[in-house]
């Protein structure tokens, strides 16, 4: 059962014959503007549970190793949308 604290996560694909899009979108707190810049920076983490700050970077430079792209938009209090693009193969 779902309570009013729940939080939606969507997935989203679309595409054309070059490129295959991805974008993962939420309804959290979203990413205050002062610290979007820095969310794929090594080390970087606002994580209070110890977390080392490299998630999102590993993730960034293994879809830049396929040639591929990873942005994120983001409004606080109304959710992140990360987006990763990725060339398809000829």
Same mark, same amino acid.
Request: no cysteine.
């Given at each position: 059962m779902l309570d009013s604290a729940t939080k939606e996560i969507s997935l989203i694909t679309a595409g054309?014959?070059?490129t295959f899009i991805l974008q993962i979108r939420d309804s959290g707190i979203g990413i205050a503007p002062a610290i979007l810049k820095q969310i794929f920076? %090594?080390?970087f983490t606002t994580s209070a549970s @110890? @977390?080392?700050g490299l998630g999102l970077?590993? #993730?960034k430079s293994i879809i830049e190793a396929h040639r591929g792209k990873l *942005? #994120?938009? *983001?409004? %606080?209090d109304k959710g992140s949308c990360f987006t990763i693009e990725? %060339?398809?193969r000829a």
């Open positions: 054309d014959e070059s920076d %090594p080390f @110890g @977390g080392t970077h590993i #993730v *942005s #994120v938009d *983001s409004e %606080p990725l %060339p398809r």
